[in-house]
Protein backbone atom coordinates (compact mmCIF):
# COMPACT_ATOMS: atom_id res chain seq x y z
CA UNK A 1 0.00 0.00 0.00
CA UNK A 2 0.91 3.26 -0.57
CA UNK A 3 0.79 6.49 1.96
CA UNK A 4 -1.94 8.03 0.22
CA UNK A 5 -3.91 5.01 0.34
CA UNK A 6 -3.45 4.57 4.27
CA UNK A 7 -4.04 7.69 4.55
CA UNK A 8 -7.46 7.86 2.84
CA UNK A 9 -8.52 4.56 4.73
CA UNK A 10 -7.68 6.12 8.01
CA UNK A 11 -9.70 9.19 7.14
CA UNK A 12 -12.71 7.07 5.68
CA UNK A 13 -12.70 4.85 8.73
CA UNK A 14 -12.64 8.19 11.09
CA UNK A 15 -15.58 9.60 8.81
CA UNK A 16 -17.84 6.75 8.97
CA UNK A 17 -17.37 6.52 12.35
CA UNK A 18 -18.01 10.25 13.19
CA UNK A 19 -20.76 10.19 10.58
CA UNK A 20 -22.49 7.42 12.06
CA UNK A 21 -21.96 8.32 15.96
CA UNK A 22 -23.96 11.37 14.81
CA UNK A 23 -26.55 9.38 13.34
CA UNK A 24 -27.49 6.86 15.98
CA UNK A 25 -29.41 8.79 17.95
CA UNK A 26 -31.05 10.27 15.24
CA UNK A 27 -31.86 6.43 14.46
CA UNK A 28 -32.89 5.41 17.67
CA UNK A 29 -35.44 8.58 17.87
CA UNK A 30 -36.76 7.82 14.34
CA UNK A 31 -37.13 4.05 15.64
CA UNK A 32 -39.06 4.91 17.99
CA UNK A 33 -41.24 6.44 16.35
CA UNK A 34 -41.86 4.36 14.09
CA UNK A 35 -42.75 1.64 17.16
CA UNK A 36 -45.10 3.97 18.33
CA UNK A 37 -47.29 4.64 15.21
CA UNK A 38 -45.99 1.07 12.97
CA UNK A 39 -48.08 2.65 9.82
CA UNK A 40 -46.56 2.16 6.27
CA UNK A 41 -47.22 6.40 5.99
CA UNK A 42 -44.93 6.65 9.37
CA UNK A 43 -42.16 4.21 8.34
CA UNK A 44 -41.64 6.31 5.46
CA UNK A 45 -41.80 9.57 7.21
CA UNK A 46 -39.63 8.26 9.43
CA UNK A 47 -36.96 6.79 6.64
CA UNK A 48 -37.06 10.17 5.01
CA UNK A 49 -36.46 12.45 8.07
CA UNK A 50 -33.09 10.13 8.65
CA UNK A 51 -31.86 10.79 5.36
CA UNK A 52 -32.92 14.51 5.80
CA UNK A 53 -30.55 14.66 9.04
CA UNK A 54 -27.84 12.68 7.19
CA UNK A 55 -27.44 15.29 4.76
CA UNK A 56 -27.89 18.03 7.26
CA UNK A 57 -24.89 16.21 9.12
CA UNK A 58 -22.51 15.80 6.38
CA UNK A 59 -20.81 18.95 5.77
CA UNK A 60 -19.69 19.34 9.42
CA UNK A 61 -18.43 16.25 9.36
CA UNK A 62 -16.77 16.55 6.24
CA UNK A 63 -15.11 19.81 7.30
CA UNK A 64 -14.07 18.57 10.41
CA UNK A 65 -12.51 15.85 8.42
CA UNK A 66 -10.65 18.40 5.60
CA UNK A 67 -9.47 20.27 8.72
CA UNK A 68 -7.76 17.50 10.55
CA UNK A 69 -6.26 16.02 7.26
CA UNK A 70 -4.81 19.21 6.43
CA UNK A 71 -3.13 19.32 10.25
CA UNK A 72 -1.60 15.98 9.89
CA UNK A 73 -0.36 17.32 6.06
CA UNK A 74 1.64 19.90 7.85
CA UNK A 75 2.60 18.23 10.74
CA UNK A 76 4.07 15.40 8.80
CA UNK A 77 5.47 18.36 6.35
CA UNK A 78 7.31 20.02 9.40
CA UNK A 79 8.79 16.56 10.38
CA UNK A 80 9.98 15.93 6.93
CA UNK A 81 11.83 19.63 7.14
CA UNK A 82 12.89 19.60 10.29
CA UNK A 83 14.26 15.60 10.87
CA UNK A 84 15.24 14.38 14.12
CA UNK A 85 18.46 14.35 14.66
CA UNK A 86 20.45 10.92 14.05
CA UNK A 87 21.49 8.98 16.90
CA UNK A 88 25.23 8.44 17.14
Request: proline share 7%; no cysteine.
Amino acid sequence: MSLLTDLFDAQLAVLKSDLSKDLIPVIQQKNNLIAANPTVINVIAQAEAIVVEAKAEAPQVLQDEIKALAQWVNTELQQFANPPPAAK
